[in-house]
């Protein structure tokens, strides 16, 4: 189920035990659900993000921390490195 579909199973669920039409659970299994939907997500876009970098490299972008290092040292200047 995908996160869209799990967002309005949750939507109605919720209106139905507003409506006393069904039990708590059901409400819990649509919650399940949608955290289930929300955290594939992540990982699908975390793998994403992880080919781009491993893409990066191989085609022989990016530089050693020792390079980057010393050419700051070199022009004197201090900086901080955010990953």
């Given at each position: 189920?995908?996160?869209?579909?799990?967002?309005?199973?949750?939507?109605e669920?919720?209106?139905?035990?507003r409506?006393t039409?069904?039990?708590?659970?059901?409400?819990?299994?649509?919650?399940?659900a949608?955290?289930a939907?929300?955290q594939?997500?992540?990982?699908?876009?975390l793998?994403?993000?992880s080919?781009?970098v491993?893409?990066?490299k191989?085609?022989g972008?990016?530089?050693s921390?020792?390079?980057?290092?010393?050419?700051?040292?070199?022009?004197?200047?201090?900086?901080?490195?955010?990953?």
């Amino acid at each position: 189920m995908d996160a869209g579909a799990a967002v309005i199973v949750l939507a109605e669920a919720n209106l139905a035990v507003r409506k006393t039409a069904v039990g708590v659970s059901r409400v819990l299994v649509a919650q399940r659900a949608l955290y289930a939907a929300r955290q594939e997500l992540v990982e699908v876009r975390l793998a994403r993000l992880s080919n781009l970098v491993t893409l990066y490299k191989v085609q022989g972008g990016g530089a050693s921390l020792g390079k980057i290092g010393s050419t700051f040292a070199n022009h004197g200047s201090t900086a901080q490195i955010c990953g």
